[in-house]
């Protein structure tokens, strides 16, 4: 197993804590072999997760993005972003490539889960990376074993 496929599997297995009963993205910051934070999409911390607030009308006033619980996690902890390389289940959004840009964040790699994000921001988050000099990167697909012959 790489390195890649253990921290994308960290990031998946981060995911499963969200509470959202439609999309649970879960992403973790590295650097060098060390975990230094990681994130998943929820309600911030002290505040009632109340499954009301998690019907598709109501949660995107309510909910972070797990790239932003990340920074916010990471800042209020004290541990600096800077040359980090972020693993996150899904294609990031602009406002949270922003917001790794701004926290120094070196790398991005996303994994294939799906959203109902429109693309416009994905290519908006691409273009900010690309001109902040912040690599984005696909995660590899997972690969089936080779069969074993006979």
């Known amino acids: 197993m790489t390195w890649?496929?253990?921290?994308?599997?960290?990031?998946?297995?981060?995911?499963?804590?969200s509470k959202d009963p439609r999309t649970k993205v879960g992403a973790v910051a590295v650097k060098g072999r060390h975990r230094l934070m990681d994130g998943y999409n929820g309600i911030p911390a002290g505040v009632d997760d109340d499954p009301c607030r998690m019907v598709p009308?109501?949660?995107?006033?309510?909910?972070?993005?797990?790239?932003?619980?990340?920074?916010?996690?990471?800042?209020?902890?004290g541990v600096s972003l800077d040359g980090a390389t972020v693993y996150v289940t899904h294609k990031p959004c602009c406002q949270c490539a922003?917001?790794?840009?701004?926290?120094?964040?070196a790398r991005?790699?996303?994994?294939?889960?799906?959203?109902?994000?429109?693309?416009h921001k994905f290519e908006i988050a691409g273009i900010m990376c690309s001109e902040a000099g912040v690599s984005l990167d696909r995660a590899e697909a997972k690969r089936s074993p080779a069969p074993i012959r006979a």
């Open 98 to 105: 922003a917001l790794m840009i701004n926290a120094g964040v």
């Open 4 to 17: 890649n496929a253990r921290w994308m599997g960290e990031a998946s297995n981060i995911a499963t804590w």
């Open 57 to 77: 009308d109501a949660k995107y006033d309510w909910t972070l993005h797990a790239e932003a619980n990340v920074v916010a996690k990471a800042a209020r902890h």
């Open 108 to 119: 991005i790699i996303y994994g294939d889960g799906r959203t109902n994000m429109p693309d």
